[in-house]
């Protein structure tokens, strides 16, 4: 992927949990946040394992953005499923 090509919104719908390991769900995570200008969304499943990734991912993005003056929104969106 170019990282100079950015999309105003990038949007990862039930991403992560197809990655193995932390190291490549957090490489995945840098790498869609470097490709918005404006918006990351990210959406798992609403289970324990899901919020795990997601928190991950925030975590991990947390620290990217301190090396980076971006003006970006992180969206994190865990799916319950039907009430």
């Known amino acids: ?14 991403t992560l949990s197809e990655l193995p390991s932390v190291n490549e769900r957090e ?3 840098t790498t869609l946040w470097r490709k918005t200008s404006s ?3 990210l959406v798992e499943n609403g289970t ?4 795990q990734m997601l ?7 947390l620290k990217v953005l301190k090396y980076f ?4 929104t ?5 799916n319950v499923g039907p009430v």
């Open 48 to 51: 324990k394992e899901g919020h």
């Open 1 to 14: 992927f170019s990282l100079q090509v950015q999309f105003d919104l990038v949007v990862a719908a039930f």
């Open 39 to 41: 918006y990351l969304v």
């Open 74 to 78: 992180v969206i994190l969106l865990s």
């Open 69 to 72: 003056r971006k003006q970006s």
């Open 55 to 61: 928190m991950e991912a925030r975590d991990s993005l």
């Open 27 to 29: 490489e995945a995570v």
